[in-house]
Antibody, heavy 118, light 111 residues
C-alpha cells in the first residue's frame, strides 16, 4: 500500500531555512494533491500547504511569505522549505495525501520532529 | 485560536457513548465536507471519517459522523480504553484566508 516518509534535519538554527522531503512509496505521486501539516509540541494541527503533482500550489496565508513546496515526480517525492525560522516553528512535521475536492487527508507520514534552536 | 471550535476534553466510561462537536461557519463547515482524525499518543493522525459521515475501510462502525449547518459531530459508541486519543475535525475554508483548517482537538478520556 502507499506509504509516506518524511526526512530531513531534526535541528535547524534560528533565521535559517527548514528543508524536509516526503517520499511516496508503493504508489505514484501523480494525479494527487500532497500536503504538509505541522503540530507544535502539545498543540493542535496546522496546515502548511499543498502541491498538485503538476506543480500548482496553495499555501496557508499565515505562512505564505516563508513557504515553498515543490515536487519531483521522477523521484516520487515532494519537499518543504520554510525560511527565516524561529522557535515558534518547532514542531512535528507531517506529510500527507489530500483528496480533492473532498478536502481530507487519507494518508499520513509518521512525522518528523524539527527543533529550531541555536 | 483555531478556526473550528472543539471542546478541549470529553470523558466517559468504557462501553458508553460520547460525542465530540466541531463548530464552524458558512465559509468552512457550512459549504464543505468535514473529516475527523484520531491521534493516539505519540503517533500520526489517522483518518476516521471523511465526507461528513463515511468511514474508511477498517474503521469500525462504532465511529460515526454527522453534519448539520455549520456544525459537525463525531460519535463513538461502545467506548474502549484504546479509544483514548486526541480527535480533530478538519475542512476547507473558502474565506479570504482560504485553506485547510482544523479544530483545536479534543482529548477523549475513557474513565
Amino acid at each position: 500500500q502507499v506509504q509516506l516518509q518524511e526526512s530531513g534535519p531534526g535541528l535547524v538554527k534560528p533565521s535559517e531555512t527548514l528543508s524536509l522531503t516526503c517520499t511516496v512509496s508503493g504508489g505514484s505521486i501523480s494525479s494527487y494533491y500532497w500536503s504538509w501539516i505541522r503540530q507544535p509540541p502539545g498543540k493542535g494541527l496546522e496546515w502548511i500547504g499543498y502541491i498538485y503533482y503538476s506543480g500548482s500550489t496553495n499555501y496557508n496565508p499565515s505562512l505564505k511569505s516563508r513557504v515553498t513546496i515543490s515536487v519531483d515526480t521522477s523521484k516520487n517525492q515532494f519537499s518543504l522549505k520554510l525560511s527565516s525560522v524561529t522557535a515558534a516553528d518547532t514542531a512535528v512535521y507531517y506529510c500527507g495525501r489530500l483528496l480533492f475536492p473532498y478536502w481530507y487527508f487519507d494518508l499520513w507520514g509518521r512525522g518528523t520532529l524539527v527543533t529550531v534552536s541555536s | 485560536q483555531s478556526v473550528l471550535t472543539q471542546p478541549p476534553s470529553v470523558s466517559a466510561a468504557p462501553g458508553q457513548k460520547v460525542t465530540i462537536s466541531c463548530s464552524g461557519s458558512s465559509s468552512n463547515i457550512g459549504n464543505n465536507y468535514v473529516s475527523w482524525y484520531q491521534q493516539l499518543p505519540g503517533t500520526a493522525p489517522k483518518l476516521l471519517i471523511y465526507e461528513n459521515n463515511k468511514r474508511p475501510s477498517g474503521i469500525p462502525d462504532r465511529f460515526s459522523g454527522s453534519k448539520s449547518g455549520t456544525s459537525a459531530t463525531l460519535g463513538i459508541t461502545g467506548l474502549q480504553t484504546g479509544d483514548e486519543a486526541d480527535y480533530y475535525c478538519g475542512t476547507w475554508d473558502s474565506s479570504l484566508s482560504a485553506g485547510m483548517v482544523f479544530g483545536g482537538g479534543t482529548k477523549l478520556t475513557v474513565l
